[in-house]
């Protein structure tokens, strides 16, 4: 099994938009009052409010990325170059509003995202056998 740099940034932007969806899970439980607890959170009036529309869209576009990391035709270069975008957007968006993990994980993605973009053929192949090193 190849284990691609696209598979690597697949799964850790994946890993954030789980992290998203149970943010938002927690947020709005129980389901009963969610719609009340939306409405103040979205209030005009409320001081974090533009906080969480940049958690509310960051997770829906984290994980529309997360989805076409694990297409093939991530590794294409124009496509490559788009979502290395999005990860840098997704990086500075998490420095300016959110905390440490968040910050840490969105930069792994970004980390990953390069190195889709700069390196889209290359594999990292655990089972290939090492070459011996030469005593000196």
Request: contains cysteine.
């Amino acid at each position: 099994m190849k284990i691609t740099p696209r598979h690597l940034a697949a799964g850790m932007f994946t890993i954030m938009g789980v992290f998203s969806l149970g943010t938002w899970w927690l947020l709005l439980s129980p389901m009963d009052r969610a719609a009340g607890q939306l409405r103040y959170i979205f209030a005009p009036a409320y001081e974090l409010r533009q906080f969480f529309i940049w958690l509310a869209v960051s997770s829906a576009f984290t994980a529309v990325v997360a989805l076409a990391y694990w297409f093939e035709s991530a590794n294409r270069r124009p496509f490559s170059l788009i979502l290395l975008c999005a990860a840098a957007l997704f990086f500075a968006l998490s420095i300016w509003w959110f905390d440490t993990s968040l910050i840490l994980g969105y930069g792994a993605g970004l980390w990953f995202a390069a190195w889709v973009w700069l390196r889209p053929n290359t594999a990292v192949k655990r089972d290939a056998p090492q070459a011996a090193r030469p005593l000196p």
